[in-house]
């Protein structure tokens, strides 16, 4: 028995391919090299926050974390979040 979250299936077809978040277009446009670069360095910056780096680039926080993932290596990208997160919990408005 198959189950079909939309729709019914005919015996024999399969179902559509599932689209997961990770695979959708990002929102904004793609960033040039240096525009990249320039987000990556002041997002590891302690002092701009992430409402800055939108403004500036358009980039929301989920897409600048999404690039820093694809970016850098495992250990920094998990050391990094590890700072932003230990900041902003001991302060009110980090990043």
Same mark, same amino acid.
């Given at each position: 028995?198959?189950?079909?979250?939309?729709?019914?299936?005919?015996?024999?077809?399969?179902?559509?391919?599932?689209?997961?978040?990770?695979?959708?277009?990002?929102?904004?446009?793609? $960033?040039? &090299?240096? !525009?990249?670069? @320039?987000?990556?360095?002041?997002? %590891?910056?302690?002092?701009?926050?992430? /409402?800055?780096?939108?403004?500036?680039?358009? $980039?929301? &926080?989920? !897409?600048?974390? @999404?690039?820093?993932?694809?970016? %850098?290596?495992?250990?920094?990208?998990? /050391?990094?979040?590890?700072?932003?997160?230990?900041?902003?919990?001991?302060?009110?408005?980090?990043?």
């Amino acid at each position: 028995m198959q189950v079909v979250l939309a729709g019914v299936l005919k015996r024999g077809t399969k179902p559509p391919p599932l689209r997961f978040l990770s695979m959708k277009e990002p929102a904004t446009k793609p $960033l040039s &090299e240096a !525009e990249a670069s @320039a987000v990556i360095e002041m997002a %590891l910056s302690d002092h701009i926050a992430f /409402a800055m780096i939108e403004d500036q680039f358009g $980039l929301p &926080e989920k !897409e600048v974390k @999404a690039l820093m993932r694809a970016r %850098l290596k495992p250990g920094s990208y998990r /050391a990094w979040r590890k700072r932003v997160r230990t900041f902003s919990d001991r302060r009110e408005r980090y990043k």
